[in-house]
């Protein structure tokens, strides 16, 4: 096995050296290795794609669909996305300059946060949240400026922002994600107003995270870009919502002015889209069977979320009643204190259930565990009765 040179190593961005371990992944793998495993892990639909979805995606392979997009999508899917926004949220995009096709919504994470700040800047990210933001920030050599916003019900509010302006006045974004991974809390639409209010006057960009706004439980989901649509980029795609992970479709939605340079970045990175899964994700967002789909999977989701909730809270963990999403982040009970990554690690070992430690998701996180419903309702209560016997053991 061929060894690198030190000194080459050396040229490695130093960035990396900053970087705070992300263990999501390595402890879903871990704990895939333990026989008879429940796994309660990761975000990731136990639904297949739609029909339709697949349909159309073999038909691009059919009709020989196989060459070089345009690099911000192709022009039946970005104006599918424009139909979306507009349906749903009420939002108005130009398909031809205010909206980008990304590699997923983690390649318009980079590429919106790589366009909007330099090395140096502040990115203020509000916490407990994907780990992903705070760790893109850190690589591309900005300070991540986590908001803890656990004594709020892990909603961020007008005066914790507030509070982070004046302790950071050059922050130069706003990471916000909701319905939130991994809180599954959103936001209320006074509570959204609120937040813009706040950031109107003000010169940052609002990233807003948006990717579970059709798995939004009781109520409507509402876009921080209706309010500030100059100042926000709105990331979303079709893996949640469409059972499509596997397919990395993803956008961001802007003003053309931030859209430009944002196309430009991601142009760079990725060239294009696949042109199948552009067909796919066409259908997904134009569709009224697109739409279908997507409420049928939200009502099994409820289900699950209901049952695991009242479930857990039988069992003495404390919980903030998810609205969206498919996580539930549930509070130890008093008893085992507030190390969560032993807790989740003697529940695999010794439970067979796997969940993730609330630790690795920022500041707030500690004391908590994550436990994905995006798995089937019997995987949701055999882990269940898993639980109960540790807990009770």
Known sequence: MPTTKP????????????????????????????????????????????EPMKEAAIKSIEDNDSHYAPGN???????????????RYGLDYDPDSEIAVTIGATEGIYASL???????????????TFPLYSAITTLLGSNAIEIDTSADDFVLTPDRLKQALADHPAAKALVLNYPSNPTGVTYTRDQVKALADTVKDTNLVVIADEIYSELVYDGTHTSIAEFIPDQTLV?????????????????????KELMGPVSATHAMMVTAASDPAMAAATAAFATEAGKEATLKMKAAYKKRRDFLVDALRKLGFTITT???????????PEKFGADDIKFATDLANEGKVAVIPGSYFGAGGQGHLRISYATSLDNIKTAVERIKNFVEA
Do not use: Q
């Open 322 to 332: 998810p609205n969206g999403a498919f996580y539930v982040f549930a509070k130890l």
């Open 73 to 87: 999508g192709t022009v039946e899917l970005r104006k599918a996305i424009a139909h979306f926004m507009k349906d």
């Open 235 to 255: 990331l979303n795609g079709a893996s949640k919502s469409h059972a499509m992970t596997g397919y990395r479709i993803g956008f961001i939605a802007g003003p």
């Open 7 to 50: 000194a080459i190593m050396k040229n490695i961005n130093k960035n990396f050296a900053r970087l705070k371990p992300v263990g999501i992944r390595a402890f879903d793998y871990k704990a895939s290795t333990i026989p008879g495993i429940v796994k309660l892990t990761l975000g990731e639909p136990d639904f297949n794609v739609p």
């Open 114 to 128: 790589a366009t909007v700040t330099n090395p140096g800047d502040d990115v203020l990210i509000a916490t407990p």
